[in-house]
């Protein structure tokens, strides 16, 4: 066999158009799928870093009529909700309460945020780890409210905060200015179930966020949990058990669990959420992708091996048997594979280092760490080894099929079969026709991508992000709590407002698109039959006019909406279409939560603006309030600034302003409101790139292998067209004959091709907006684009049979 490859290289070598045109196809194909495959693997197939991952589920509260098996509604949780999951249901050895925050850490340096787990107790058992150095928490540190102020941080924190030290357990820091102990610190690599994690406190801590009452009362969903299967439960009968733990509880306390159920997902679809489809999408591209490279390989080997037809006749004439020649052929195939495989992998270190930049941020978890590896490595040989044998195996069945005395009579011309033999669906068209419909599934699925990127580009944010920055800033509650929150928050204001190129500020207790959001209920006297649920804006005077907001009716916050005064708020445009339709809100009132509640007088009504994404439909998605800070203050501030100078130095100088007024405070999550804005398309725009790519390239691909087979064919049909033009065919009907014969292949393709995009494309249905799966205008463009470019492919050729000499062609042959 080894002299095989060996021979088989040197037959290679003498062609090197051929040689080099299949291996720059196979590099390609092999290429782009080893490097989306290393995406794929890491995302998907390799185990999560926990004990017996597989039997890990994430519980999540939902709402909605359709709670059972919705994914939509998903909203957390309350604690004696989580409790009674975890006391009801008979599927889980243990459940533990997550929630995945950011705290102020002080050290003896400057402070910083971290990324902080509140956690029950049972969290480390649940997911199988241990304390490389001290030990986690205890049942005592689980049972009373801000009883046990300790810590656990990790390997990482250790090592940069601490430098290592080894007498580290039972040394003090402060969180959020109140003083914990370091417990224990775990094996370098664990950051949780956040994957990002560096301290882990326990939840009867709760005082570091929120008061004691939050872990009584029923109407707070704020949690996740994170519980391990018992053995032999699957999901599946899990799910149906919580079920009916939601009816029951449902049963029990109406007034807060109505229409609340349990969601049930496993640790990679709850840490991947859509981008899993995304995927999963991106991968079924590629290997379409590869699909269509290997079509074309083939393709030139079905064409070499027509050419060839003559060698092997003769070959087998001298005594050469079947079997040996199918050898040698299959030789040929593996070492042009492997050729294009080593090629293949080194573009696809390349296409990796390309490919992750354009990922969004946040889009993948930070358990996710796509390389090259061994396991990709050997993906890639499964690939050569198949295409190896493939291209081995369809000019090896060619030659099983030869007959000596008729290839020696009629040679590789006659072979051929002439231009008519196009009209019949051999092996050559089959393969064309398979590339036309493949690049039509890509093309679909590239054109829906973008038309959908298009529609998410073209909404209306209702605000002006240019030229904002952000950042956030967070109060310990100990120190800070009622209008010692709005004194800081004036004097805050009044120095950015004096730095230079600072044109206005204002804060919030969040921002548009940068999360954090806080829901409640409001009740409307005559128009809403019970409390609606609404989201909570906390805002200075100034917030609307920094983030061009326009007011529609009545006015914005002043400074004398403070405290002592009547409440007052300011609600969009959208909820005020909803509540009061054709008509001015301004100088009515609601009730702040239920029909109990204080009465809240409406100011003015301001445009609607995105706050949660840009996909929501603000006229039946729960409404924004927005109420004076001065009135409803809160601990977590986001700071909004205009400037009209350099954004970094500006921000350098607010941390020097609020370090002037608390050394303790550090500024984190610095961003331009820009960056928020493009990070809602981010994945849209990822996922449109990728395809458009592999859309375009295969595009080609197909083209070329029309022009490919219409080339050869023409070439060995000289003759035929010489005598054509020689009893008096023109030269623009020999041109529409191949065009039509051409055309027909790619008719086929794209009646198969739109088949198999209206199936295809639905798993694509996730990651659109505005656009369906089966959008008419992408299926009726695109197979348009496609027949104009395959026109093309198949004119240039017939315009090169149009300019035979018949007296030249006639006389060689």
């Known amino acids: 066999m080894l002299n095989d490859f060996r021979y088989a290289l040197r037959t290679l070598r003498r062609r090197p158009t051929f040689s080099a045109a299949v291996v720059l196809t196979l590099a390609l194909g092999i290429g782009t799928s080893s490097a989306v495959f290393s995406l794929l693997d890491a995302a998907l197939i390799r185990p ?44 889980f050895s243990d459940v533990s309460a997550y929630d995945n925050i950011s705290l102020n850490l002080g050290t003896s340096g400057d402070p910083r945020r971290v990324s902080v787990e509140m956690v029950s107790a049972s969290y480390f058992g ?23 102020p300790v810590a656990v941080i ?100 109406p007034d807060t669990n109505r229409e609340r159920g349990v969601q049930l997902f496993s640790l990679q679809d709850s840490a991947l959420g859509s981008t899993r489809q995304l995927l999963i999408a991106l991968f079924a591209a590629v290997l379409l992708f590869l699909l269509i490279a290997c079509a074309n390989v083939v393709n030139l080997q079905l064409v070499r091996a027509t050419s060839r037809r003559r060698e092997m006749a003769l070959r087998i004439a001298v005594g050469a048997e079947g079997g040996r020649l199918v050898r040698q052929l299959l030789a040929e195939g593996l070492a042009l594979a492997t050729v294009g495989a080593v090629a293949g992998v080194g573009l696809a270190v390349w296409g990796l280092g390309a490919l992750l930049p354009l990922l969004p941020i946040g889009a993948l978890p930070g358990y996710v760490n796509p390389s090259i590896d061994w396991r990709v490595v050997l993906f890639a040989a499964g690939l050569t080894a198949i295409c190896g044998i493939i291209f081995g195996l369809a000019p090896a069945l060619a030659v099983r099929r030869l007959t000596v005395s008729d290839s020696l009579k009629e040679g590789a011309r006659a072979a051929a079969g ?36 298009r529609q998410q580009l073209a909404v209306e944010t209702g605000f002006r992000a240019d030229g904002v920055v952000t950042a956030r800033l967070t ?28 044109e206005s500020a204002a804060i919030g207790s969040d921002m548009p698109l940068g999360g954090n959001a806080n829901a409640g209920s409001m ?3 005559g128009v809403t039959p019970e409390p609606v649920r609404s989201y909570r804006h906390r805002v200075t005077p100034e917030y609307f006019a920094t983030l061009g907001i326009p007011v529609v009716s009545g006015r914005a916050f002043t400074a004398a909406d403070r405290d002592s005064v009547q409440d007052v708020a300011i609600i969009s445009s959208a909820a005020a279409r909803r509540f009061w339709p054709g008509q001015d809100p301004v100088g009515r009132q609601f009730r702040f939560g239920d029909a109990t509640g204080p ?23 729960e409404p924004d309030v927005f109420y004076s800070f001065a009135q409803l203050p809160d601990a977590d501030l986001a700071l909004l600034v205009r400037t009209s100078g350099d954004e970094a130095a500006v921000m350098s100088a ?62 060995l049909s000289r003759r035929e067209i010489a005598i054509r033009l020689a009893l008096g065919a023109t030269r623009g009907r020999v041109i529409r004959l191949i065009v039509r014969q051409g055309m027909a292949l790619v008719a086929i393709g794209v009646g198969v091709g739109l088949v198999g995009a209206y199936y295809a494309t639905s798993a694509l249905s996730t990651q659109l907006f505005g656009v369906t799966a089966t959008d008419p205008l992408t299926f009726a463009v695109v197979p348009v684009l496609l027949a104009t470019i395959a026109l093309a492919a198949s004119y240039l050729p017939s315009r090169t049979a149009a300019r035979i000499d018949p007296q030249e062609a006639l006389k060689s042959d």
């Open 599 to 621: 009465n809240v007088t409406i100011v003015g009504v301001v445009g609607a603006a995105r706050f949660r994404d840009l996909t929501t439909d603000l006229s039946t998605s």
């Open 654 to 715: 607010i941390q020097r302003e609020v370090s002037a007024i608390d050394p303790q405070l550090p500024l984190y999550r610095v961003l331009r409101m820009t960056d928020l804005v493009d990070r809602q398309t981010a994945t849209a725009r990822f996922g449109s790139s990728v395809l458009g790519s592999f859309s375009l390239v295969a595009m080609l691909l197909a083209s070329i292998g029309i022009y490919g087979v219409l080339a050869f064919v023409i070439g």
């Open 48 to 91: 999560l870093p926990f004990t017996e991952a597989s039997r890990l589920a994430m519980l999540w509260g939902v709402a909605g009529p359709e709670r059972e098996g919705a994914r939509r509604a998903v909203r957390g949780a309350s604690y004696p909700e989580l409790t009674d999951w975890r006391m009801l249901s008979h599927s």
């Open 126 to 148: 649940i997911l199988g780890v241990a304390a490389a150095r001290g030990r986690t928490f205890t049942a005592d540190d689980d049972r009373v409210p801000d009883a046990s």
């Open 154 to 253: 990790s390997h990482a924190l250790w090592a940069t905060q601490f430098a290592s030290d080894p007498g580290i357990v039972g040394r003090s820091v402060t969180i959020n200015d109140r003083p914990f102990t370091i417990v224990g610190v775990m094996k370098d690599g664990f950051h949780g179930l956040s994957f990002d994690t560096d301290v882990w406190v326990p939840m009867m801590m709760i005082s570091l966020t929120a008061s004691r009452n939050a872990l009584e009362s029923r109407g707070g969903r704020w949690l996740g949990a994170i519980g391990r299967l018992r053995p032999g439960v699957t999901f599946e009968s899990a799910q149906r058990d919580l079920n009916v733990v939601a009816r029951q509880l449902e049963a029990r306390y």
């Open 475 to 502: 109060l310990p509650r100990g120190r800070y709590a009622g209008q010692a929150r709005v004194q800081l928050v004036n004097e805050l204001l009044s120095r950015v407002r004096a730095l230079p190129q600072v």
């Open 418 to 453: 002439g231009i008519t033999s196009l009209r019949r669906l051999g092996a050559q068209q089959l393969l064309v026709v398979s590339e036309i419909a493949l690049a039509l599934v890509l093309l679909v699925a590239g054109g829906l991508m973008v038309r959908s990127l």
């Open 523 to 525: 009740f409307v006297d």
